[in-house]
């Protein structure tokens, strides 16, 4: 949540429920925000040292649940490339938790760092998927908007003609045409 500065988990797997429900921080405050702020990968080979060393915007009960359960983290940023081979907008991060302590090594990373990128570019695909849909459906209801005002204009002229015809034909004394004329008005004006 860019405008708050806050990280949300959007999704979770294998982490206990107690910790990743209802889970909020601040992006300054937190180690993907760290990842995200750098905008590249850090891992934390000693997850509880961490936790006391750094200023980490959780409560007593989730410190001490991640620092019994996992030893090493890996936080990744999920970052928009732009065309020109530069990093743009931020979607959100991944951490990775390891219950066993290990260092992880150059490999491990850019692998989760190109799934991270896959992972971003699928974000991007969706959100520009979506704006596609957006954009589709504005311009059908352009041309439907159009098409409905030509054929009102179209109406509203053919109309005015008749009545003009119809009020010459009363004029010159030919009303007997007059009650046909007048139901096909109304006809056309339905």
């Known amino acids: 949540e860019q405008d708050e500065q806050k ?10 429920p107690t910790y990743a429900d209802d889970l909020s921080f601040a992006v300054e405050r937190s180690f993907l925000g760290q990842a ?27 410190r001490t649940l991640l ?15 732009t065309l020109v081979g530069g990093i743009g907008e931020v979607f959100g991060g991944i951490a990775l938790y390891y219950a066993e302590p290990r260092q992880l090594s150059d ?3 850019r692998l989760s760092v190109a799934f991270g990128a896959q992972a971003a570019l699928a974000i991007d695909n969706a959100r520009l998927r979506q704006q596609v849909e957006q954009m589709a459906v504005q311009e059908e209801r352009g041309r439907l908007s159009r098409e409905l005002h030509d054929s009102v204009t179209q109406s509203l002229y053919s109309l005015t003609l008749l009545s003009e015809g119809w009020r010459r034909l009363a004029k010159s004394g030919r009303l007997e045409q007059i009650d046909e004329a007048l139901t096909e008005l109304g006809q056309i004006s339905q």
Do not use: C, K, M, W
């Not at 990280?7 to 206990?16: K, N, W």
């Not at 702020?37 to 980490?56: G, K, M, T, W, Y």
């Not at 620092?67 to 490339?81: F, W």
């Open 67 to 81: 620092a019994d359960h996992y030893q090493t983290l890996l936080a990744i940023p999920l970052l928009r490339q």
């Open 107 to 109: 490999e491990e990373v």
């Open 36 to 62: 995200i702020l750098r905008r590249q990968p850090i891992a934390f080979s000693n997850l509880a040292e961490a936790l006391v060393e750094q200023d980490i915007d959780l409560d007593s009960a989730r």
């Open 7 to 16: 990280l949300v988990i959007q999704a979770s797997r294998g982490l206990p």
